[in-house]
């Protein structure tokens, strides 16, 4: 399978290919990843990426997923996006 | 294991210091980092570089941190694309006859030291920037080359290249301690109980490094303040400018990528001094104040989608200046923190002056004023053009 044509995360447009790179890079955890490559941070928040980013740090560094988290697991609101619109419509309410 | 300079905190002052030193040929540098490479203030900051401000020390530091960012893809072999650096400008509004007078005698400052800044009317800003709502606004300030640069890639760019002149980062190794003999620093001692050894200690550990130094008795008043943002989803390029209010303090700015980063202060700043006491929780009361503000700003700003907030620290100081240079109590033992909100944008320009300090070279812009000395003594800096 050629690697250049897996999609990772459909939000920024990141491949297998950049992924796989960007490890070898040295930037070989989720946080850094996400800093490097901008996966994780667009409209889905990583719940597309996150795990199959995992997945592939844990084959590369032959280490269990659960020993992945360097620090305590991050996740940022919304879980989903909001327009401004709503947003701003609550905050006059 | 002993080394010429250990430098603790991989943030942008500690890792652009590193690769300055190293330049200079320093010696063998390590930089310490308790999480990884921009984990603290750096990686959580809104990204806006500007020269736009009132005292004459801060506006000669920022022209020349803006040349720096305006060459740093060649001096660090890499492109602004990858450091995202774009000069859309600083629109600065002032919302008060007052404030605008305030304004005016920032930019007389600024032109001293060769800044283009525009003083635009009303009739101005809505002709230049057609977006933007200037309800209630009496006047605004531009200089053009003001923007945005990603910190992220910025941080990792200086990382790659001191580490090609030999400097050692280890990431993921919190330190405990300083170490000291007979009023001289000579080393730190990890967390995980092993020491390292140095004639010099840098601490550019942000909010963090007033715990630190507690561990030798230094009494440095640097708190970290919470503040917010929040980023949306990427567009097509619709604002140039940093549009900002010092009164209102709202600030809203569209990145390269496309994504709108915004923020607005705490109402009531809470302060710490002690990590353990650190907040990073987001608030529903900041995104509602922002969303309020921003869609009344910028009213197409209706349609877009928030994707993400967060919070992260301002390293305050009594003046809102850096804390910078050597410690008088501990030979050795040097601190570039306190950037009070401003540490990315001035990251560059004091990791330079700085290091010529510390080799003994002439600084081009005096950083002796800012010495973490100074607050006992009195002898604070003012800054007129600040938000929060």
Not at chain 1, 8 to 21: A, N, P
Not at chain 2, 258 to 283: A, K, L, Q, T, V
Not at chain 2, 333 to 356: R, Y
Request: with cysteine.
């Amino acid at each position: 399978m050629d690697d250049n044509k897996v999609i990772i995360c459909r939000c920024e447009d990141i491949t297998l290919h950049d992924v796989r790179g960007a490890i070898e890079d040295g930037y070989d955890s989720w946080d850094k990843l996400k800093r490097y490559l901008r996966i994780g941070m667009g409209p889905c928040g990583g719940k597309t990426c996150r795990l199959l980013v995992l997945r592939e740090l844990s084959a590369i560094k032959g280490k269990p997923l659960s020993a992945l988290y360097l620090r305590e697991n991050v996740i940022r609101p919304p879980l989903r996006s909001i327009p401004f619109k709503a947003l701003e419509k609550e905050a006059h309410l | 294991m002993t080394y010429d300079i250990i430098i603790v905190g991989g943030g942008i002052q500690g890792v652009a210091t590193a690769y300055e030193l190293a330049k200079r040929g320093a010696g063998k540098i390590l930089l310490l980092e308790k999480t990884f490479l921009t984990g603290g203030s750096t990686g959580s900051c809104a990204a806006g570089i500007r020269a736009q401000f009132g005292s004459p020390f801060n506006v000669k530091l920022m022209a020349r941190s803006l040349e720096i960012f305006e060459n740093m893809a060649k001096e660090l072999e890499c492109d602004n694309d990858y450091l995202e650096l774009w000069q859309g400008g600083y629109l600065v509004l002032a919302y008060s006859e007052a404030e605008f007078e305030g304004l005016k005698r920032n930019v007389e400052v600024q032109h001293t030291y060769g800044l283009k800044t525009n003083v635009l009317s009303v009739e101005e800003v809505k002709k230049a920037f057609p977006r933007v709502n200037v309800e209630g606004v009496y006047g605004a300030t531009y200089h053009d080359r003001d923007g945005h640069a990603d910190p992220f890639h910025v941080t990792f760019a200086y990382a790659e290249a001191g580490k090609r002149l030999g400097v050692e980062i280890r990431e993921w190794t919190p330190v405990d301690t300083l170490l000291t003999e007979n009023g001289k620093i000579t080393g730190v001692r990890l967390q995980d109980g092993s020491s390292v050894y140095a004639e010099r200690v840098l601490v550019c550990a942000g909010a963090w490094t007033t715990s630190l130094l507690k561990t030798v008795g230094i009494d440095l008043p640097l708190w970290g303040e919470k503040h917010e943002i929040l980023i949306t989803e990427p567009w097509e390029r619709l604002l140039g400018p940093m549009v900002i209010s010092f009164s209102r303090g709202y600030y809203i700015q569209q990145r390269p990528h496309g994504s709108f980063i915004m923020g607005i202060p705490p109402e009531d700043p809470r302060h710490w001094y002690r990590p353990d006491e650190f907040d990073f929780s987001s608030s529903i009361d900041f995104l509602l104040r922002m969303s309020s503000e921003a869609t009344n700003v910028l009213p197409f700003l209706k349609g877009v989608n928030v994707v993400r907030q967060w919070a992260g620290l301002y390293e305050m100081t009594p003046d809102h200046h850096h804390a910078i240079g050597p410690l008088e109590d501990i030979s050795g033992l040097w601190v570039a923190a306190g950037g009070s909100g401003h540490g990315f944008m001035f990251g560059p320009v004091m990791a330079e002056q700085l290091s010529k300090w510390m080799m003994g070279e002439p600084m081009d812009i005096d950083l002796r004023p800012l010495s973490p000395d100074r607050f006992k003594k009195g002898a604070l800096v003012i800054e007129p053009a600040v938000v929060g």
